[in-house]
């Protein structure tokens, strides 16, 4: 579970601080591996997302707490993602600069 937890940590990104979803590594750790499985961000936001719609019946969904947990992460992801595309672009833009 450690490797998890570091895939985890790199996943969240810098902005998670002391963050960590310990409600659903205990009760939904399958959600943080499919999470870290994914070798796009826009794949885990995907996936995020549609864990947060509302369940078909007779489904109940996650507990609160949970989907509290869900939506943190994917606020962090959606957060590490945008900054890494925003320094992309800074270094595209720099680089055609010097022609």
């Known amino acids: 579970m450690q490797a998890i937890r570091a895939k985890v940590i790199t ?3 810098r902005e998670r601080k002391d963050f960590y979803p ?3 590594a205990s009760r939904f750790p399958h959600i943080l591996q499919r ?3 994914f070798n796009d961000p826009l794949k885990v936001i ?3 997302e549609q864990l947060l719609l509302p369940p078909a019946p007779p489904s109940q969904g996650f507990p609160v707490e949970a989907r509290e947990e869900i939506g943190k992460m994917l ?3 959606k957060r590490d993602t945008h900054s890494l595309l925003e320094e992309k672009i800074r270094r595209a833009r720099s680089g055609l600069s010097n022609f």
Do not use: Q, R
Request: net charge negative; no cysteine.
């Open 11 to 13: 996943l969240l990104g």
């Open 22 to 24: 310990e409600i659903l």
């Open 35 to 37: 999470s870290v499985a």
């Open 46 to 48: 995907g996936f995020l």
């Open 75 to 77: 606020e962090l992801v």
